[in-house]
C-alpha cells in the first residue's frame, strides 16, 4: 500500500511487490494506492505511468499483481453545497 504522493509507487509495484510475494509464497498479489494529493492533470505523474503498465500488462495477458486506487482526496458534503 502507497500514497499516491510517494516517490517509489513504480518501484513499489515493479521490485518491491513481487519480492514480498516470492518471500510470503503468496498465491495472491494486491497493490493498493491511495490518492491524497491532487495533481496537475497536464503533468504525468508516477501513478499514471502505473496505470499505463498495469493495463499493457493486463492487455498482454501478462501475470500482474492486481491494482486498487483508492481516491481518498477530502470533498465538501454535498448537503453543504449551495
Known amino acids: 500500500m502507497k500514497k499516491s504522493n510517494n516517490d517509489n509507487i513504480l518501484k513499489g509495484y515493479v521490485k518491491q511487490l513481487e519480492a514480498y ?3 510470503e509464497k503468496a498465491f495472491a498479489c494486491y497493490y493498493v494506492v491511495v490518492i491524497v494529493k491532487k495533481t496537475d492533470p497536464k503533468t504525468e505523474t508516477q501513478l499514471d505511468i502505473l496505470k499505463k503498465q ?13 491494482l486498487f486506487i483508492i481516491d481518498g482526496l477530502i470533498y465538501p458534503s454535498p448537503s453543504k453545497l449551495k
Open 54 to 66: 498495469y493495463e499493457e500488462k493486463m492487455k498482454n495477458g501478462e501475470d500482474c499483481p492486481k
Open 21 to 23: 510475494k516470492e518471500g
